[in-house]
């Protein structure tokens, strides 16, 4: 199975920290190779942080949520421990779910402020 990187669109430019990683290695950009990160999880059971709602968005693309569908993801976001923000990420990228495209910048917030607090 092929997991899609949560944070790709089509409208980032090259070089952007979200960027798709290449096939062959990984993009050397995190402090933790990511592509490894979820090569591991792939192999433990899928874990919910009370977000089972969100699986009927499988298979869309990030920039297709309307501003109910993103404010439902928000919610989920908003309600969360910032520490527990990195396994909701790898959480919908192995369940094939897209973050819409207007929280991406939320969350590397939170991904940034999180690993400068711990």
């Known amino acids: 199975m092929k997991l899609r990187n ?15 990683e290449a096939e ?5 950009q995190h402090e933790f190779c ?3 990160l979820l090569l591991q999880a792939a192999q433990h059971p899928v874990e919910y942080y ?9 298979g ?5 949520y309307n501003d109910g569908e993103t404010d439902l993801f ?4 908003h309600t969360m421990l910032p520490v527990d923000v990195s396994g909701w990420i790898v959480s ?3 369940r094939e779910i897209a973050l819409p495209d207007s929280l991406k910048d939320t969350v590397l917030l939170l991904l940034n402020d999180s690993t400068i607090t711990h």
Request: glycine letters at 6%; charged letters at 35%; proline letters at 7%.
């Open 74 to 77: 928000a919610d989920i976001l």
């Open 92 to 94: 919908l990228q192995i």
């Open 60 to 64: 869309r693309s990030s920039d297709s």
């Open 34 to 36: 990511q592509k490894e």
């Open 24 to 28: 062959d290695g990984c993009c050397g």
């Open 6 to 20: 949560l944070f790709q669109s089509d409208t980032r430019p090259p070089g952007d920290p979200f960027a798709r």
């Open 50 to 58: 009370d977000d089972e709602e969100l699986d009927v968005f499988k």
